[in-house]
T-cell receptor, first 111, second 115 residues
Framework: SQQGEEDPQALSIQEGENATMNCSYKTSINNLQWYRQNSGRGLVHLILIRSNEREKHSGRLRVTLDTSKKSSSLLITASRAADTASYFCATPGVGNEKLTFGTGTRLTIIP | DADVTQTPRNRITKTGKRIMLECSQTKGHDRMYWYRQDPGLGLRLIYYSFDVKDINKGEISDGYSVSRQAQAKFSLSLESAIPNQTALYFC??????????????FGPGTRLTVL
């Protein structure tokens, strides 16, 4: 079963614009992770935010976490064509033994 | 991630055949995972292993088996392949034994088609 659910399922924006995607989850967590998947390739870890953090930055990425609403958002600023990919949130199970991935947001950057 | 390799990268097989997908890693990680991905869906966990003697079922283990031959190698077998096992299969590793969080590193995937 999916723990996380991303919204929107698909997003198309012009190059240079900002892209925001959201993730909602169901149970209490101690961290939330975001991954990127280029078409047909393996996932790549982007950023991890701990449950005691509200916001985290990494380059053009900004992640927020609201544990009261069980939601997270990923903002990509000044988008580039190379950002075209699917983005997944992932939440840990008990004891951080495994991750459960959402269904992903497919982001298309229009040059 | 070149540190996690999967073979073969593509495989076409027929219903009823036994298939083995292999995963090797040079990251020195204890934990290894097998996922499948179907179009438009996220990843679903098939099996995972914390060390050579520790194998655990994931959410969709039926029809699959695994072998952890060494810390660096984790193989996935389809005992008798069926068409609905057509999917993209990923191996992943993590070092959660030494850190608090389960950041995972993925292989490039194996595209399996069962006719």
């Amino acid at each position: 079963s999916q723990q996380g659910e991303e919204d929107p399922q698909a997003l198309s924006i012009q190059e240079g614009e900002n892209a925001t995607m959201n993730c909602s989850y169901k149970t209490s967590i101690n961290n939330l992770q975001w991954y990127r998947q280029n078409s047909g390739r393996g996932l790549v870890h982007l950023i991890l935010i701990r449950s005691n953090e509200r916001e985290k930055h990494s380059g053009r990425l900004r992640v927020t976490l609201d544990t009261s609403k069980k939601s997270s958002s990923l903002l990509i600023t000044a988008s580039r064509a190379a950002d075209t990919a699917s983005y997944f949130c992932a939440t840990p199970g008990v004891g951080n033994e495994k991750l459960t991935f959402g269904t992903g947001t497919r982001l298309t950057i229009i040059p | 991630d070149a540190d996690v390799t999967q073979t073969p990268r593509n495989r076409i097989t027929k219903t009823g055949k036994r298939i083995m997908l292999e995963c090797s890693q040079t990251k020195g990680h204890d934990r290894m995972y097998w996922y499948r991905q179907d179009p438009g869906l996220g990843l679903r966990l098939i099996y995972y292993s914390f060390d050579v003697k520790d194998i655990n079922k994931g959410e969709i283990s039926d029809g699959y088996s695994v072998s952890r031959q060494a810390q660096a190698k984790f193989s996935l077998s389809l005992e008798s392949a069926i068409p609905n096992q057509t999917a993209l299969y990923f191996c992943a590793t993590s070092d959660a034994g030494r850190t608090s969080y389960n950041e995972q590193f993925f292989g490039p995937g194996t595209r399996l088609t069962v006719l």
